[in-house]
């Protein structure tokens, strides 16, 4: 494991009581083929329970690499951490297998964490579309996500929560949901997210909070280096998407721009089966947009 990693975990799983389970790193780096323009994994280095068998290449050129964790999901105690870095020109899409089941803390371990850093190199695209987070009843996370983008990187980043197992009636009976992320370009901040959801003692459905709703998404559409007036545009454009995809008491969507080079939409919505298709919506109408090009819908592997 890096310094670099080792020094991410210890953040993360400082003040947090408990003891650790397992420790694990996932480092992913990209670079582009100068003579075909395809994007490959140049390197990886990969610790269980984390792992990814390879990277395919799309007709874009795009590397889309599938995120596996071969216990299963999330337990407690797991310290767990993501690194990707792409090269320069690269493009990169990443996915999960199914849905991240995080499981009920037992005894005496922590919580479980994770700690996504992600650097975007110049003119790079990553694209992170993975499927829903299911915190189980008794599960306490806890995630940092960092990401860095260079001058002319592109970033569509998603990341959905739902309320536990549904189809077994188990809605917010987990203990305790953090992430806290944060996106620089060109080394400035331009947005921070906090979400924390004790469902044990703060009212979830509190209209401070989720409201009516059951599930949550939140996904940022970045490119460093296209002027404010492109993003006024650009979420005009989305509003009126977001706005035909809305049905109140059903589902919410809504955007705005970020203080420099891009956009965040976020979606409120009773059913998860609603979700997924919106931010599909959203990110084919975004791609295009943005980069001129069709988005195209990964590919999922067991």
């Known amino acids: 494991m890096t310094a670099t990693a080792r020094e991410g975990l210890r953040e993360i799983e400082r003040g947090i009581p408990g003891v650790s389970r397992v420790r694990a790193l996932l480092r992913l780096d990209f670079s582009r083929d100068s003579n075909t323009g395809n994007t490959f994994l140049a390197g ?8 990814v068998v390879r990277a ?19 337990l407690g105690g797991d ?12 493009s990169v899409q990443l996915t999960t297998t199914g849905a991240t089941r995080i ?7 922590s919580p479980t964490t994770q700690g996504n850093q992600v650097a975007v190199g110049e003119d790079a695209l990553l694209e992170y579309l993975p499927d829903a987070s299911i915190p189980f009843a008794g599960a306490h996370f806890v995630q940092r996500t960092s990401i860095a983008l260079a001058a002319g990187a592109g970033l569509f980043w998603w990341e959905i929560l739902a309320p536990g197992r549904e189809a077994r009636g188990e809605l917010f009976e987990y203990e305790h949901f953090a992430m806290r992320t944060c996106v620089t370009a060109l080394g400035r901040k331009i947005a921070a997210e906090n979400i924390c959801l004790r469902p044990a003692s703060q009212e979830v459905s509190s209209l401070a909070r989720l409201g009516p709703y059951l599930y949550s998404a939140t996904f940022y559409i970045c490119c460093v280096g296209l002027d404010a007036s492109y993003w006024r545009t650009a979420e005009d454009r989305v509003r009126d998407l977001t706005g035909s995809l ?19 939409v976020r979606c409120l919505a009773r059913h998860g089966r609603d979700v997924l298709p919106g931010l599909h919506t959203i990110w084919r109408a975004a791609k295009l947009h943005v980069y001129g090009r069709e988005a195209i819908p990964p590919r999922k592997v067991n």
């Not at 310290?79 to 690269?90: D, H, I, K, M, S």
């Open 44 to 51: 990886s280095l990969q610790e269980p329970p984390l792992k």
């Open 56 to 74: 395919f290449t799309l007709q874009d050129g795009t590397a889309l690499a599938h995120l596996h964790n071969v216990s299963g999901g999330l």
């Open 246 to 264: 809305s049905r109140p008491g059903e589902i919410l969507w809504g955007v705005s721009s970020l203080v420099a080079h891009g956009l965040v």
């Open 103 to 109: 499981y009920r803390r037992r005894g005496e371990f």
């Open 79 to 90: 310290c767990l951490a993501l690194q990707v870095n792409l090269g320069c020109r690269t």
